[in-house]
């Protein structure tokens, strides 16, 4: 494999890109499905950190609607340590700026 970090991290939080033309298997076929399947272990992984970590907001929601915020965050708010139980530090204000959230003005206060 020979894509820079910068490119696989790229490729990484962005399902809707295509992946790094570098990106290779061990037999030097297109990594595509392999990639995938690795791309959607990480989101599941930050997805079940955040219920862990905020696991009165997944109740209120429901496990549907959390898994949807919880996406969207893991999306637009990627960990800034490597240190699991600090992702989602931001996730109370991103609640509270959540326009499809804003008839529950409460959620963000709940999750500090």
């Known amino acids: 494999m020979n894509v820079s970090q910068t490119d696989f991290h790229t490729a990484l939080r962005a399902p809707d890109k ?3 033309s570098e990106l290779k298997d061990a ?9 995938n399947v690795y791309r959607n272990n990480v989101a599941t992984s930050l997805m079940d950190a955040l219920e862990s970590g905020f696991p009165v907001i997944a109740r209120l929601l429901g496990e549907q609607n959390f898994r949807n915020i919880a996406r969207d965050f893991q999306w637009n708010a990627p960990p800034s340590s490597p240190l699991m139980m600090h992702y989602g530090n931001g996730f109370p204000e991103y609640l509270d700026e959540h326009p499809a959230l804003a008839r529950f003005p409460y959620l963000g206060d709940v999750a500090r």
């Open 18 to 20: 295509p992946l790094p």
């Open 27 to 35: 037999k030097g076929q297109t990594a595509g499905r392999r990639f």
